[in-house]
């Protein structure tokens, strides 16, 4: 592991759970949470804004103008405008999509949810997705916070995951099953 990523993701979590903090102490966290979230899309929906994060020489001054317009058309709390000025005078603007999806996850293990992978291979409904996230909640008597994502390479069934315990009931997993004992035979 390089220094630089050590640093990265020793100061994220330095950031991100100063955030939660704040955030938690001001009574803000639902909000914040939810306008972090606008930010991770942001950052997923524009090329423009995720090159101007990753551009070293982008100037202090120019990235204060584009987080006050940002906040101002999204409505940032005060807090969260703040914020991220504070990781742009640090120099850690660069370090934003990490540091705001390490601050999602601190709030979803703070109310007790486990994270869940489920993978399908067609796609799935909302009403479907839903029951089995009520029944991945009865089954680990936790809040689920579920993941999905359609997989059509899996040929037919679904792979499941909830922390360490995955179940897999796809085909191409079989057939790996299948092949893996004619090799040893």
Request: with cysteine; net charge positive.
């Amino acid at each position: 592991m390089s220094k630089d990523t050590g640093f990265s993701i020793t100061s994220s979590e330095r950031y991100s759970l100063a955030l939660y903090e704040l955030s938690n102490e001001s009574n803000l966290l639902p909000k914040i949470e939810e306008q972090c979230l606008s930010i991770l899309d942001l950052i997923n929906s524009s090329e423009d804004f995720k090159n101007l994060l990753k551009n070293p020489i982008t100037k202090k001054d120019d990235l204060f103008r584009i987080i006050t317009s940002i906040s101002e058309n999204y409505k940032f709390e005060t807090l969260l405008k703040n914020f991220l000025n504070f990781l742009i005078q640090k120099r850690r603007f660069f370090f934003l999509e990490k540091i705001l999806l390490s601050f999602i996850e601190i709030c979803s293990k703070k109310r007790g949810e486990l994270k869940a992978e489920l993978k399908s291979a067609k796609e799935l409904s909302d009403d479907e997705i839903n029951k089995i996230t009520e029944e991945l909640t009865k089954n680990f008597s936790s809040k689920i916070k579920l993941n999905y994502k359609y997989d059509k390479s899996l040929i037919g069934g679904l792979v499941i995951q909830v922390g360490s315990t995955m179940v897999d009931t796809s085909i191409k997993n079989k057939l790996q099953q299948i092949e893996n004992r004619m090799i040893e035979a």
